[in-house]
């Protein structure tokens, strides 16, 4: 695959998954992670370094199975968690995409976020870098590996994978 | 007896009615949303007693440092050459900056960044940039110019404690039954216990005590915290590998439980524990037996959360969670929240440890952002002025409490000055009396010490 399908590819599947986090399509969210996907928001050691191993330090949030993330998807949904009652408006933007990879089958992209949302007459934003690791699947593209750099980990009172 | 806020009474009076015989315990509103009361505990509950700083394997190597604070001062910690742990203010004797910028590292000196004194990791100055060109009177020359030392620093099996006051009583009377469940967490592992790497920083806005009493309540769990129970459910009867709490720790009631104050203002709850297998540590249960005796091992296996006040909390369950509070202002609080594992763990406990933390404690967990969304809904509650003053959280289990130890104080040797104990569905509150007696103490000590004769 040349780089530059790599990249239309790739974004086209970023922006995907941006819109469907803001329009609440979870299970079509969900849809666009591999059953064995890696996902990923490292924690930090200090100002200068995060953690580089999910089994050995503790992360932010990790899994490396989808059914984790459906876990997590089922409690927004469920009207029994204060903490997404009511959800946060959210607005996802993506920009700065680049192709690490442009494999037949595997394509690794490096990207920037920023999500900005509105919870309770107050506005406030995350934002960071993304790493992506999609995988074919038939003609289909999906999410492997997905890890979260949250550059303002000072946390206010909550962080979930709806704001990032 | 006086109604309480009473402006004829002293404070802390005022804010804090305790009459056990009368089944009284009635504490303020205002005690979470004035001010003014937010002043005095950082100057008289903070400022002038034992508070937590941090764990000395926060700083593992020589040379390596940490900021941090007591109430609103900040201090900072330096492993010096020889591996021993100094504790300074945070504050240049030149011109007041912050000879340290960061939150940790590794370095020999602190450079100061305004005019460039040097302090080696002991707080001596080594330099003082172009002193012999200064002209200097000699009130200079005798002045001291280390980096202020902490009045007292002490250390608890690696837990690290300062006060800026040097009149407090030494650290271990300070702890006092508070030190057993420390030893607990301690001995789980006979290389001692390590805060595994990689932090979390949050702040919430609301006033620091939310989280001082939430720590030790099992009577919001049930409501704050359904879509997790439902979670741990899902996964048990679906045979998930990816156990953590389980739930019949929470919702059988008829599991035994029991709660303790202590002096100084610690407390502690204990659930046993239905299905302790679900627990990295119970893969150690044999020679953790063998080392410590059942009784201690089977105590290490239970749910047990506790307070050593004012500023350090643990959640033992599943896994263990270390929380230092940082009362920011009387309605905004940070939140250090640290995983904390017996040293040389197998690779697979500790692997189920940390993920076990993510999932439940982190604030990006499953559970924790519940409780931080709970404390912020009360600071918004507690505006409403015009509803009684005196809030009604402070009185479940109120007859079942005794004085001293009961039998499973006596059990496991400790002594606390109450104890309550029996169905887990009792969800005591009492466990809170304890730091609000110190709390006044404190404060009421505080004040007396700043009336001038
Ligand atoms: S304030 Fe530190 S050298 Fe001047
Ligand atoms: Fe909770």
Known sequence: ?164 | MNAIHDSALPVPERYLRDDPAAGVFDVHRDVYRDPALFELEMRHVFERHWVFLAHETQLPKPLDYLATWIGRQPVLLHRDDKGKIGAFLNVCPHKGAAVCQSESGNRKFHVCPYHGWTFDARGNCVLVKDRAQGAYPAHFEQADTRLPPLARFGNYRGFLFGSLNPDVPPLEEHLAGISAFLDMIVDQSEHGTEVIPGRSYYTYDANWKMQLENCLDAYHLTSTHPSFINIAASRASGGSSFRNIDIADFVDPAIPSGSYTFANGHGAIWIHTANPEVRPLYRQYDALKARVGQQRADMMLKTINFTVFPNLQFSCNACIQMRVMRPLAVDRTEMRSYCIGPKGEPADQRKLRIHQFEDFFNPTGLATPDDSRVYESVQMGLRARSAPAVGLGHLRGLRQVIQGPDEFAREIGITPLTSSSGRSDVQDETVFHGSYREWARRIKAGLASEVTP
């Open chain 1, 1 to 164: 695959m040349s780089p530059e399908q790599a990249l239309a590819t790739g974004s086209a599947l970023l922006y995907r998954q941006a819109r469907l986090l803001d329009e609440r399509r979870w299970q079509d969210w969900l849809d666009l992670f591999t059953e064995d996907c890696e996902y990923w928001v490292p924690a930090w050691l200090s100002e200068q370094r995060q953690t580089e191993d999910p089994n050995t330090q503790v992360s932010l949030i990790y899994y490396d199975l989808r059914s984790r993330l459906a876990d997590r998807v089922w409690r927004v949904q469920s009207g029994t968690s204060v903490a997404s009652d009511p959800m946060p408006r959210t607005c996802h933007a993506i920009t700065n995409i680049q192709v690490d990879e442009a494999g037949d089958d595997a394509i690794r992209l490096f990207a920037v976020f920023r999500v900005d949302y509105h919870w309770r007459a107050q506005s406030q934003a995350y934002f960071g870098h993304y790493q992506h690791t999609l995988r074919r699947d038939g003609t289909d593209w999906r999410i492997a590996r997905q890890k979260i750099s949250v550059l303002n980990d000072y946390i206010p009172t909550l962080l979930d994978f709806y704001l990032v």
